[in-house]
Structures are given as structure tokens and as C-alpha cells.
């Protein structure tokens, strides 16, 4: 049973790049069908989806985002991560790394971490 | 972007009722291969999501009979029979077919 913990700063000064690791136990990061992925989710509000990676490290993006976004994946040390560069109070959210089948793309969420963007 | 849509957005409900909510695709859902990529999911409040329905109608591991999921194209529905205590939360529908972006609906907070 693969499992997700995420690690990473749960305050980010504005202007600054918010970087997440989420890393994957209980099984291998390039197994062959599968899709890591990077949501968030606003206080009180819904979901939002970031980003996924292949293992290969082919990454897509929420066009919402602006090329804020960086995706990346290390076979190494069975993780992967999030640089979500020039953060504003916009930013401030829970942010969940996730598993799945490519077709499916979402099967397990990470515990989530609140990140807040504050000086 | 695919726009989802959920209704009701609230869904007061009694112990041992059944839950009905309904998520609409701005685009049919079917991909190539058939299959329509529809995910429900559940949040209980402080918790993360987790998936119960997978391709519109099937269940994941461990999800009670109590939930069943159908539809295809561009309409879909979430059934919770027999509602418990556990059941209360957020469900959220999900489309994987057309992306970037994967989209979501707002949300039906179950009470």
C-alpha cells in the first residue's frame, strides 16, 4: 500500500517560492501507471488542481497558475515536488500531494499541509 | 477548462435517508477509450479527500454498497443509501478526461 507524507514550510514570505516534497512509501515512484500530483485547497473553499508529473518527469500545469508552477520528480529518493515561485496571499492554502492511474489520475491524497504567505 | 457543476451545493439529510447529488460536465466526459473519467470524492472536515467512485460507477476498495455512482457523457450522479453518521462532509466530483486542467465541482456539504 503506497503512502504519502508530505514536508515542507508552513510559512512563506511574499514574493518568495513555496517548495513542497512529498515522498512515496511502499512502493516505487516509477512504477509504470502512474501520475504524482500537486492540488490545493483555498480556507473553507474547494479544490483546485495544480499539477502532475510522469515519473519520467513530464509535467503539466494549471494554465491558472502562469508558469508559476515547477513540477519535479526524483527516482533517487522516491519523491517528488512543488516550487510554486512569487507567492502572494492568494497562495495561502492546504496543499495536498496525490497518486493515480494515468487515466484516472487521483486514487490517494497526501495528509495536506497549510501553507501560509505572510510577512 | 471543463466546467463542473454539483447540485445541490447543501444536502440536509436524515440518519438512514438517501443522498442524491448531481454533477454536469460542460463537455462529455468519454474519452477515446470508452471510458468516462468521473471521480467522486469525500472530505470529512480536517481530513484529506478520499476517492469512493472511480469511472463514474466503480467503487473503490473498502467503499460500502451504500455508495453507488452512474451516468456517462456529460451527467452524473453520486447515490448514498441508507445515510450514517460517517457519511457527513464534502463531496466533490472530479473530471480526469480532458486536460490541463483536471477540474472539479464546488462541492455538496452533506449535513
Known amino acids: 500500500q503506497v503512502q504519502l507524507q508530505q514536508s515542507g514550510p508552513s510559512l512563506v514570505q511574499p514574493s518568495q517560492t513555496l517548495s513542497l516534497t512529498c515522498i512515496v512509501s511502499?512502493?516505487?515512484?516509477?512504477?509504470?501507471?502512474?501520475?504524482w500530483t500537486w492540488l490545493r485547497q483555498h480556507p473553507g473553499k474547494g479544490l483546485e488542481w495544480v499539477g502532475h508529473?510522469?515519473?519520467?518527469?513530464?509535467?503539466h500545469y494549471n494554465p491558472s497558475l502562469q508558469g508559476r508552477v515547477a513540477i519535479s520528480v526524483d527516482t533517487s529518493k522516491n519523491h517528488f515536488s512543488l516550487n510554486l515561485y512569487s507567492v502572494t496571499a492568494a497562495d495561502t492554502a492546504i496543499y495536498y500531494c496525490?497518486?493515480?492511474?494515468?487515466?484516472?489520475?487521483?486514487?490517494?491524497w497526501g495528509q495536506g499541509t497549510l501553507v501560509t504567505v505572510s510577512s | 477548462d471543463v466546467v463542473m457543476t454539483q447540485s445541490p451545493l447543501s444536502l440536509p439529510v436524515t440518519l438512514g435517508q438517501t443522498a442524491s447529488i448531481s454533477c454536469w460536465s460542460s463537455?462529455?466526459?468519454?474519452?477515446?477509450?470508452?471510458?468516462?473519467?468521473l471521480n467522486w470524492f469525500h472530505q470529512r472536515p480536517g481530513q484529506s479527500p478520499r476517492r469512493l467512485i472511480y469511472?463514474?460507477?466503480n467503487r473503490d476498495s473498502g467503499v460500502p454498497e451504500r455508495f453507488s455512482g452512474s451516468g456517462s457523457g456529460t451527467n452524473f450522479t453520486l447515490e448514498i443509501s441508507r445515510v450514517e453518521a460517517a457519511d457527513v462532509g464534502v463531496y466533490y466530483c472530479?473530471?480526469?478526461?480532458?486536460?490541463?486542467?483536471?477540474?472539479f465541482g464546488q462541492g455538496t456539504r452533506l449535513e
Open positions: 463537455q462529455s466526459l468519454v474519452y477515446s477509450d470508452g471510458n468516462s473519467y
Open positions: 508529473t510522469f515519473p519520467s518527469g513530464d509535467a
Open positions: 469511472r463514474s460507477s
Open positions: 511502499g512502493g516505487s515512484i516509477s512504477s509504470g501507471d502512474s501520475l
Open positions: 472530479m473530471q480526469a478526461t480532458h486536460w490541463p486542467p483536471v477540474t
Open positions: 496525490a497518486k493515480g492511474p494515468t487515466g484516472d489520475k487521483i486514487d490517494y
